[in-house]
């Protein structure tokens, strides 16, 4: 029974034909879409090899070379704010020092009325 | 002809064509089951054979490779098909074939049972039944592991000899 169904099988599953021209059909599309023909598939492997291999060393140095300009400039934005603290703060000192100055100027001379 | 084709002479690729074109058809047709869906890919799985003849390394190769590629595409598009389009009944199309059948009422049910299996079941029975792969040549068409060939045409021929009972026994003397 089982070789009667897979011999019926067999012969309902035999293969049918896409009709006439279907060639034809088949490279007009490949003349109208340009593709490349047969003897340029070697110089196409080898641009897709080429792709394939550089395609991913440039992102990875765009990335690092992205990463590396937001750290620089992060790192300037630091400096500036620093430099900007040390300026405030030698300013705050030097107030302090001229208060200091004076405050010690009007003790010597409460200490000292005849100098 | 390969490596004429190889070579850029596009008659020597319609050759190759209409060496492969009624397993290729055949396959899609039986997969997708509506003739201008069946053409389209078929012609899309030449223009891409087309632009993969450097890689095809003998006759053989190229018979696997157009094999392997319509049928992933035809389970491809398929799987992106939303699952409630059912097809109209007239476009449900029948594989113009040689007469030579014993007994058509059987054979147009057998193709009609095999049109309603799954995709990926019906790319095994198509494999083995039309194009007469051994299992582990179908596991390696489909990429998947033998057991699952093995598997799916197990339940599918269950499944299709099921449906045919309901039509009449294929042979009444070997009947239990």
């Known amino acids: 029974m089982t070789d009667e169904f897979e011999k019926a099988l067999h012969r309902a599953l035999r293969p049918g034909s896409p009709g006439g021209d ?3 059909r088949v490279a007009a599309r490949l003349e109208s879409t ?7 598939q070697l110089h196409s492997v080898r641009h897709h090899v080429f792709r394939s291999r550089w395609l991913p060393a440039a992102l990875a140095a765009c990335i690092i ?3 590396g300009l937001v750290q620089l400039r992060q790192h300037a934005l630091e400096t500036a704010r620093a430099n900007e603290a040390r300026a405030q703060l030698l300013q705050a000192l030097s107030i302090a020092s001229d208060n200091v100055n004076i405050v010690r100027a009007a003790v010597a001379r409460e200490e000292n009325p005849n100098s | 002809m390969l490596a004429r084709a190889q070579g850029g002479e596009l008659a020597a690729f319609r050759e190759l064509i209409r060496a492969h074109q009624d397993i290729v058809y055949t396959l899609a047709l039986r997969m997708l089951k509506v003739p201008e869906d069946a053409e389209e890919l078929a012609q ?5 054979a087309h632009r993969h003849l ?3 390394t003998c006759a053989a190769h190229l018979l696997f490779w157009l094999r392997r590629t319509v049928c992933h ?3 491809d598009q398929l799987r992106r098909r939303p699952l409630h389009a059912a097809l109209p009944l007239e476009t449900v199309a029948e594989v113009p074939v040689a007469d030579v059948s014993r007994d058509p ?3 147009r049910r057998l193709r009609d049972l095999v049109s309603r299996l799954p995709p990926m079941a019906r790319a095994v029975v198509l494999l083995k039944y039309q194009e007469d792969l051994d299992p582990s040549e179908i596991a390696r068409t489909l990429d998947i592991p033998l057991n699952t060939v093995k598997s799916h045409l197990q339940r599918s021929l269950a499944s299709l000899r099921a449906g045919c009972d309901e039509l009449r026994p294929i042979s009444a003397g070997s009947q239990p």
């Open chain 1, 22 to 24: 279907f060639s034809d």
């Open chain 1, 34 to 40: 340009g593709a490349p023909a047969a003897g340029d």
């Open chain 1, 65 to 67: 070379a992205a990463v």
């Open chain 2, 44 to 48: 899309d799985v030449f223009v891409s």
């Open chain 2, 54 to 56: 450097g890689k095809i």
């Open chain 2, 73 to 75: 595409r035809a389970i």
């Open chain 2, 105 to 107: 009422l059987l054979e």
